[in-house]
C-alpha cells in the first residue's frame, strides 16, 4: 500500500504543517465517518488525547467531522492510547481515536485508531479512509447530524481495568515506587492505579502545562527516573511516555531496565505458574541475549520489523501472547489487545512479588550482549544491497561471529543513513566487526 496519509502508527506531524492542520482533521473525521457508516448506519466511535494544547484543536476538528458525517462522539478527555482502546471494547464503540504523538515533544501531535475490538487496524481500512479523503464530502442533513457528549467516568474505568491485569491475590504493600507519567495522558491515572493497589507513590512529571510532555522525564529521558528513586530511596522507579504505551523500570540501586530485560521477566514469570508460553515475538533490535535465555528454557522466539504494530501481527499470526521491543512497547495479549505501559509494569511486579525476589534476581539468567550501532551516511536513492564490498564484508562477519552474535544492517526510512549494528557475547569483538562494515559500506 503506498500510504499518502497514514505512517506506521497512525498519521503524525509537526502542528500547524500538513496534515495536522484543523482543516485536515475536520476532512479525516468526515472521511472516517463515511467509511464506518458502509457498516452501521449510526455508528459511535471514542475520543482521547494526551496533553498537548494542540488537542483541543485536534479534538474540535474531529468532533465536527464526525458530526458531519452522522457519526455519535463520546470524548474521554485526557487518557491513555491503551486506555482508549480498553473503553471502545468495553462501551461496544465502532472506533477509538486518540490524539498523541506518543513521545514526541509537544510541537508533535497525530492521530491513531483502534477497531470496535481495541486492535490497531489493518492496511486495508487506512486505505479506504486514504480513498474517502479524495472524495467530495457528503454532508448529513440537521436531523442526521451526529451528537457529542462527555465520558464522566473513563478514567475511573479505565483504573480498574489496570488494577484487574494485577493478581488478585496479592499486593503493592511495602513498596515504594516512583511514578513519572512525562506530563502526558497517564498523569492522573498511573498514580491511582498503584497507590490503590497498595505501594507508597511518590510522582513525578504530573504537571502538565500543554508543552511539557516528555520534556526531561518518561520513559524517554529516564534520568530523572533514577534521580528520584535514589532520592526518595524507593524500591522501584517505573516511567511512561506521553501516552502511556511505553515502560522503563529503574531499581533502588539505580539500574535501568529495557524492554528486552522486562519481557523475559514477563515470560519467567508465567513460567513459574506453569503456564504455557509457546513463543515469544521480539523484533530485529532485540537483544541476542535475551533470545539465547529463552531458547534456554524452551521458548522459541521469533523476530519481526521494528515497530509494536508488527509484534502485535506475528503474536496474533502465531497466536502467542507475549512480544515486545527494547525501546519498552512490551505486549501482553492475555492482558490487553495492544501495548500498555501501565498493565505491563504491574506484570513486572507481579513477578517481583510472587517470586519474593528482586527484579535484579530475576535476570539472573540473562546476559545481554554488548551491541555496537553505527550510522553510516549514504548518497540518497543509493543500492546499498548491491555493494559488493558490503556483502563481502558481512559475510565474513557472520562466519567470524558463528553462534555468538549477529548482524543487522537497515536502511533509515526516514534519511539517506545506513544503520549497521553488530552483536557478540565480545563487545571489543563487536565494535570491530561494525566498523569493518562501516567502512565497506562507505566504500
Same mark, same amino acid.
Given at each position: 500500500?503506498?500510504?499518502?496519509? +497514514?505512517?506506521?502508527?497512525?498519521?503524525?506531524?509537526?502542528?500547524g504543517?500538513?496534515?495536522?492542520?484543523?482543516?485536515?482533521?475536520?476532512r479525516l473525521?468526515?472521511?472516517?465517518?463515511?467509511?464506518? #457508516?458502509?457498516?452501521?448506519?449510526?455508528?459511535?466511535?471514542v475520543?482521547?488525547?494526551?496533553?498537548?494544547?494542540?488537542?483541543?484543536?485536534i479534538?474540535?476538528a /474531529?468532533?465536527?467531522? +464526525?458530526?458531519?458525517?452522522?457519526?455519535?462522539?463520546?470524548?474521554?478527555?485526557?487518557l491513555?492510547?491503551? %486506555?482508549?482502546a480498553?473503553?471502545?471494547?468495553?462501551?461496544?464503540?465502532?472506533? %477509538?481515536?486518540?490524539?498523541?504523538?506518543?513521545?514526541?515533544? +509537544?510541537?508533535?501531535?497525530?492521530? #491513531?485508531?483502534?477497531?470496535?475490538?481495541?486492535?490497531?487496524?489493518?492496511d486495508? @481500512?487506512?486505505?479506504s479512509v486514504?480513498a474517502?479523503?479524495?472524495?467530495?464530502?457528503? @454532508?448529513?442533513?440537521?436531523?442526521?447530524?451526529?451528537?457529542?457528549?462527555?465520558i464522566?467516568?473513563a478514567?475511573?474505568?479505565?483504573?480498574?481495568?489496570? #488494577?484487574?491485569?494485577f493478581?488478585?491475590?496479592?499486593?503493592?504493600?511495602?513498596?515504594?515506587?516512583?511514578?513519572?507519567?512525562?506530563?502526558g495522558?497517564?498523569?492522573?491515572?498511573?498514580?491511582e492505579? +498503584?497507590?490503590?493497589?497498595?505501594a507508597e507513590?511518590?510522582?513525578?512529571?504530573?504537571?502538565?502545562?500543554?508543552?511539557?510532555?516528555?520534556?526531561?522525564?518518561?520513559?524517554?529521558?529516564?534520568?530523572?527516573?533514577?534521580?528520584?528513586?535514589?532520592?526518595?530511596?524507593?524500591?522501584?522507579?517505573?516511567?511512561?511516555?506521553?501516552?502511556?504505551?511505553?515502560?522503563?523500570v529503574?531499581?533502588?540501586?539505580?539500574?535501568?531496565?529495557?524492554?528486552?530485560?522486562?519481557?523475559?521477566?514477563?515470560?519467567?514469570?508465567?513460567?513459574?505458574?506453569?503456564?504455557?508460553?509457546? =513463543?515469544?515475538?521480539?523484533? /530485529?533490535?532485540?537483544?541476542?541475549?535475551?533470545?539465547?535465555?529463552l531458547r534456554?528454557?524452551?521458548v522459541?522466539?521469533?523476530?519481526?520489523?521494528?515497530?509494536?504494530?508488527?509484534?502485535?501481527?506475528?503474536?496474533v499470526?502465531?497466536?502467542w501472547?507475549?512480544?515486545?521491543?527494547?525501546? =519498552?512497547?512490551l505486549?501482553?495479549?492475555d #492482558?490487553?489487545?495492544?501495548?500498555? =505501559?501501565?498493565?505491563?509494569?504491574?506484570?513486572?511486579?507481579?513477578?517481583?512479588?510472587?517470586?519474593?525476589?528482586?527484579?535484579?534476581?530475576?535476570?539472573?539468567?540473562?546476559?545481554?550482549?554488548?551491541?555496537t550501532?553505527?550510522?553510516?551516511?549514504?548518497?540518497a536513492?543509493?543500492? @546499498?544491497?548491491?555493494? =559488493?564490498?558490503?556483502?563481502?564484508?558481512?559475510d565474513?562477519?557472520?562466519?567470524?561471529?558463528?553462534d555468538?552474535?549477529?548482524?543487522l544492517?537497515?536502511?533509515?526510512?526516514?534519511?539517506?543513513?545506513?544503520?549497521?549494528?553488530?552483536e557478540?557475547?565480545? %563487545?571489543a569483538?563487536?565494535?570491530?566487526?561494525?566498523?569493518r562494515?562501516?567502512?565497506?559500506?562507505?566504500?
Amino acid at each position: 500500500m503506498s500510504r499518502r496519509y +497514514f505512517g506506521t502508527d497512525g498519521i503524525r506531524g509537526t502542528v500547524g504543517a500538513s496534515p495536522i492542520t484543523p482543516d485536515f482533521m475536520l476532512r479525516l473525521g468526515h472521511a472516517v465517518g463515511r467509511v464506518l #457508516k458502509r457498516e452501521r448506519d449510526r455508528p459511535a466511535v471514542v475520543i482521547g488525547k494526551d496533553t498537548r494544547i494542540s488537542g483541543y484543536m485536534i479534538e474540535s476538528a /474531529l468532533e465536527a467531522g +464526525f458530526a458531519s458525517a452522522g457519526v455519535d462522539t463520546l470524548l474521554s478527555g485526557p487518557l491513555p492510547t491503551p %486506555g482508549v482502546a480498553y473503553l471502545t471494547r468495553a462501551l461496544r464503540l465502532d472506533l %477509538g481515536i486518540v490524539i498523541s504523538a506518543s513521545h514526541n515533544p +509537544f510541537n508533535d501531535n497525530g492521530v #491513531k485508531f483502534f477497531s470496535a475490538r481495541g486492535e490497531k487496524l489493518p492496511d486495508d @481500512w487506512e486505505a479506504s479512509v486514504e480513498a474517502a479523503l479524495e472524495d467530495a464530502p457528503q @454532508w448529513v442533513g440537521s436531523a442526521e447530524l451526529g451528537r457529542a457528549r462527555r465520558i464522566d467516568d473513563a478514567r475511573g474505568r479505565y483504573i480498574e481495568f489496570c #488494577k484487574g491485569s494485577f493478581g488478585h491475590e496479592l499486593t503493592l504493600r511495602g513498596l515504594k515506587i516512583v511514578v513519572d507519567a512525562a506530563h502526558g495522558a497517564a498523569y492522573q491515572v498511573a498514580p491511582e492505579v +498503584f497507590h490503590e493497589l497498595g505501594a507508597e507513590v511518590v510522582t513525578i512529571g504530573v504537571a502538565p502545562d500543554g508543552l511539557n510532555i516528555n520534556e526531561g522525564c518518561g520513559a524517554t529521558a529516564p534520568a530523572a527516573l533514577v534521580a528520584a528513586v535514589a532520592e526518595h530511596r524507593c524500591d522501584y522507579g517505573i516511567a511512561l511516555d506521553g501516552d502511556a504505551d511505553r515502560l522503563q523500570v529503574v531499581d533502588g540501586a539505580g539500574r535501568l531496565y529495557n524492554g528486552d530485560e522486562l519481557l523475559y521477566v514477563m515470560v519467567a514469570d508465567r513460567l513459574a505458574q506453569a503456564q504455557a508460553v509457546p =513463543g515469544v515475538v521480539g523484533t /530485529l533490535m532485540t537483544n541476542m541475549g535475551v533470545e539465547v535465555a529463552l531458547r534456554e528454557r524452551g521458548v522459541e522466539f521469533v523476530r519481526a520489523k521494528v515497530g509494536d504494530r508488527y509484534v502485535l501481527e506475528e503474536l496474533v499470526a502465531r497466536g502467542w501472547q507475549l512480544g515486545g521491543e527494547g525501546s =519498552g512497547h512490551l505486549l501482553a495479549l492475555d #492482558k490487553h489487545t495492544t501495548g500498555d =505501559g501501565i498493565v505491563s509494569a504491574l506484570q513486572v511486579l507481579q513477578a517481583v512479588r510472587r517470586s519474593g525476589r528482586a527484579l535484579a534476581e530475576l535476570l539472573d539468567g540473562v546476559r545481554l550482549y554488548p551491541q555496537t550501532l553505527i550510522n553510516v551516511r549514504v548518497a540518497a536513492g543509493s543500492d @546499498w544491497r548491491g555493494n =559488493g564490498q558490503l556483502s563481502g564484508e558481512q559475510d565474513a562477519v557472520v562466519r567470524e561471529l558463528g553462534d555468538h552474535g549477529r548482524v543487522l544492517i537497515r536502511a533509515s526510512g526516514t534519511e539517506p543513513v545506513l544503520r549497521v549494528m553488530v552483536e557478540a557475547r565480545d %563487545g571489543a569483538l563487536a565494535r570491530a566487526c561494525a566498523e569493518r562494515l562501516a567502512a565497506a559500506a562507505q566504500a
